[in-house]
């Protein structure tokens, strides 16, 4: 029993010293610090440690005054400067002006993202030279030998060529 | 009690109003009045003379700068105070996480005896000093946090939440968790050492 007590007791000693413990489980603790010799002495293990703990951290890195004084100073220093600057980046950072900025980013960024595709759209347009299409494709139905019917004749896009009306171009049939 | 604090915080507003309206002793009051406060706790968190000096001259250029932000309403100037520091404090371990020498510590420099200190006097206060910030910096630093504005700076536990941005249960655990931490680390060298660091002070 005492066993259970003195576990019950370590466990909610920090809480009960600091007071965060509900009102029930303070109670009880607070019974079994009075009942049980082992739990008392737990209770005043942790309130002198934490008690020291109190008493000794204010004193770590206890300021230097003149050193404070000399930050002072430079602090005054930096109070009395004309806020020009952080004027400039306060208008800037405000959240229309974020807003804005923003939406300048993204514009940009856009621009960015589209001017290459912009660029091969342009230069897709533009002329290049490529072979001449046939205008038309006739065949002569006259009779002719096997050979000769086979000939396709191709006529360019090209009319009045040279001043000498539509040129005409043979080509031969591939042979089949 | 009750009326001393409002008294205080009467006291505290008229001296900001006097500093937004641009009076330089406005501001040299509050300086006075938290500047100690306010390295010690930047010293505990951080355990370096130079950085705890840089977060101070921060914080209170930040804060005084705008002053005419801060809502007397919502906290203390002091909690407002200690929010801009800690979360200065936090960057700065954030941008240290690396391992990082002090020179001043290593040469020596940092820990001065007064000059009525006997040797043996300084020795066992640097040795308690020493044993003290290193189990500080054990801890993690949100727990550090937690016990240096706990005990260091005697806060209540809604203040400290206030401080660190987190539910009042969070910042009691925190102390909870770091006390017992901070027991379990200083006990293989002796709990003397504290007893040794209040007595030569």
Known sequence: ?176 | MIEDRRQSHAEIDAIIARAIAGDQVGYAELYDRYAAALYRLCYSLLMNEQDAEDILQESFLYAFKNLHRFDSGKASLKTWLYTIAVSRCRNTYRRKQFFTVDISQWLGLELKAPPAEAPEAALMRRDAEESISRALLDLSPRLREAIVLRYGQGMTYREISEVMGCPQKTAESRVRLGHQRLKQSLQPVGAGLLEELLRVR
């Open chain 1, 1 to 176: 029993m005492i066993g259970f007590k003195y576990r019950y007791c370590k466990v909610h000693m920090a809480r009960y010293i600091g007071g965060d413990l509900s009102e029930a489980a303070r109670r009880r603790v607070g019974r079994y610090i009075d009942e049980c010799e082992d739990c008392h002495r737990e209770y005043r293990r942790h309130r002198e440690f934490a008690l020291k703990l109190e008493r000794s951290l204010p004193t770590l890195g206890r300021p230097n005054q003149q050193r404070l004084d000399q930050l002072w100073s430079s602090l005054e220093r930096e109070l009395q400067r004309p806020a020009r600057n952080s004027m400039w980046l306060r208008d800037f950072a405000s959240p229309h002006s974020l807003q804005f900025s923003y939406g300048l980013v993204m514009l940009a960024i856009s621009i960015a993202l589209l001017l290459p595709m912009l660029i091969g759209f342009h230069s897709s347009l533009a002329p290049v030279d490529l072979p001449r299409l046939p205008h038309s494709i006739s065949v002569d139905r006259t009779p002719r030998t096997r050979a000769e019917n086979r000939q396709i004749i191709f006529a360019t896009a090209e009319p009045n060529c040279c001043g000498r009306g539509p040129m005409l171009q043979n080509t031969p049939a591939p042979d089949l």
